[in-house]
């Protein structure tokens, strides 16, 4: 099983700031990597998907980069609505798996 | 628009049975593979199952194997997971979701349903 490690749990930062979410996969996954946003009550929403990839409907300031084990995702201006809990999850082998998430929280 | 609307929730006690469904509608169901994910309170996402867009290939995790069964009936659009022998740790919100590429194997979940709880307790 791929076990997914993402760092840090949470990150205290300020409208407007820059944030840098990591997410490492225990072996190698390509970029077979996705990363999703869950807003409190809420299902969680598909952001980023084969690592780099916007899905439809979300903001240029969301942005993922990385290959084989080491992934980020980048917002570079955090907007009031972006506080939330972030996920990642990897399609590169049964079964899919789920990163433990790291929570973006209002300094 | 894709809706993914689940029901079957509740109250159960230890040892018992319970049975999800998902009611899918706004895209082709019988061209999607379809998730069960599950999310204890206040923890992360886990995945449980998968199945392909005939139903003939089912996907588990470790923790559910052999307790739960995941099925799908592509004549009413519509998504099932029955859980058996239920223990407190199954206690979660269970999502019904949809693979995020048509006619794919292991894939993301491209659209969620606002999920069902389920409680274990006696």
């Known amino acids: 099983e791929i076990v997914l490690t993402q760092s840090p749990a949470t990150l205290s930062s300020s409208p407007g700031e820059r944030a840098t979410l990591s997410c490492r996969a225990s072996?190698?996954?390509?970029?077979?990597l996705a990363w999703y946003q869950q807003k409190p009550g809420q299902a969680p929403r598909l952001l980023i998907y084969d690592a780099s990839n916007r899905a439809t409907g979300i903001p240029a300031r969301f942005s993922g980069s990385g290959s084989g084990n080491d992934f980020t995702l980048t917002i570079s201006s955090l907007e009031p609505e972006d506080f939330a809990v972030y996920y990642c999850q990897q399609r590169s082998y049964w079964p899919l798996s789920f990163g433990g998430g790291t929570k973006v929280e209002i300094k | 628009q894709v809706q993914l609307v689940e029901s079957g929730g509740g109250v159960v006690q230890p040892g018992r049975s319970l049975t999800l469904s998902c009611a899918a509608s706004g895209f082709t169901f019988s061209d999607y593979a379809l998730d069960w994910v599950r999310q204890a309170p206040g923890k992360g996402l886990e995945w449980v199952a998968a199945i392909s867009i005939d139903g003939i290939n089912k996907y588990y995790a470790d923790s559910v194997k052999g307790r739960f069964s995941i099925y799908r009936d592509n004549s009413k659009n519509t998504l099932h997971l029955h859980m058996n022998t239920l223990r407190a740790e199954d206690t979660a919100i269970y999502y019904c979701?949809?693979?995020?590429?048509?006619?794919?194997?292991?894939?993301?979940?491209?659209?969620w349903g606002q999920g069902t709880l389920v409680t274990v307790s006696s």
């Open positions: 979701a949809r693979d995020f590429h048509s006619i794919s194997g292991v894939d993301y979940l491209g659209a």
């Open positions: 072996q190698s996954i390509s970029s077979f």
